[in-house]
């Protein structure tokens, strides 16, 4: 079964703690971004990543860090964790063109 | 990158045809146009997508009249389960390299 699938889907934490949101794809799409998404502000772009080693910022980069080592996976990375990075976030992938893109489960992060 | 503009809410009754217009006044000619769905708490789901006259498939058409400039989604006789989130995209197509930027979206109500 095609699928994004992202680790954990729930997570609570205290401000600078390092932590890592994990984002897998089966579809061997060489597209991946990551997506936060808050009450009234709709979904907004963090980093995304058009193939293996290549990543490029989104529209709200700051405080997030971003790795493509392999071809399915794309780590979220937030090094020192802060209060206003509590939000949901949406891992998606995609082939190379605008086609169809699949969004995985989300993950609610809270930090206190 | 075009910029969208979307109806904040909308209201219908089921069974009832539901259209929902977007304007792209800045699309270029290598965007194309695709529509989403978000229930609350979940990643977006791809709808349709197309670049120009009229797109069906089994669940809405698109209809984009021959400037681009706006496009509308339509929705044969909704129900209850087609109350979500309708967001409207443009993207290149030419080379991928713009990943999918998401606006406010268009909240919609079904109501009995």
């Known amino acids: 079964e095609a699928q994004v699938t992202q680790n954990p889907r729930y997570l609570i934490t205290v401000t600078g703690k390092k932590l890592t949101v994990t984002c897998s794809q089966n579809m061997n799409h060489e597209y991946m971004s990551w997506y936060r998404q808050d009450p009234g502000l709709g979904l907004r772009q963090i980093y995304y990543s058009m193939n293996v080693e290549v990543t490029d910022k989104g529209d709200v980069p700051e405080g997030y860090k971003v790795s493509r080592k392999e071809k399915r996976n794309f780590p979220l990375i937030l090094e020192s964790p802060s209060p206003n990075q509590t939000s949901l976030y949406f891992c998606?992938?995609?082939?190379?063109?605008?086609?169809?893109?699949?969004f995985g489960q989300g993950t609610r992060l809270t930090v206190v | 990158l075009a910029k969208t503009t979307q109806p904040i809410s909308m209201d219908s009754y089921e069974g009832q045809e539901v259209n929902i217009t977007c304007s792209h006044n800045?699309?270029?000619?290598?965007?194309?146009i695709t529509w989403y769905q978000q229930f609350p708490s979940q990643g977006p789901r791809f709808i349709i997508q197309g670049y120009k006259t009229k797109v069906t498939n089994e669940v809405a058409s698109l209809f984009i009249p021959a400037d681009r400039k706006s496009s509308t989604l339509s929705l044969p006789r909704v129900s209850l389960s087609d109350t979500a989130v309708y967001y409207c995209l443009v993207g290149d197509i030419a080379t991928g390299r713009r990943a999918l930027t998401f606006g406010s979206g268009t909240r919609l109500q079904v109501q009995p």
């Open positions: 998606a992938s995609r082939p190379q063109a605008p086609t169809e893109a699949f």
């Open positions: 800045n699309i270029a000619t290598n965007d194309y």
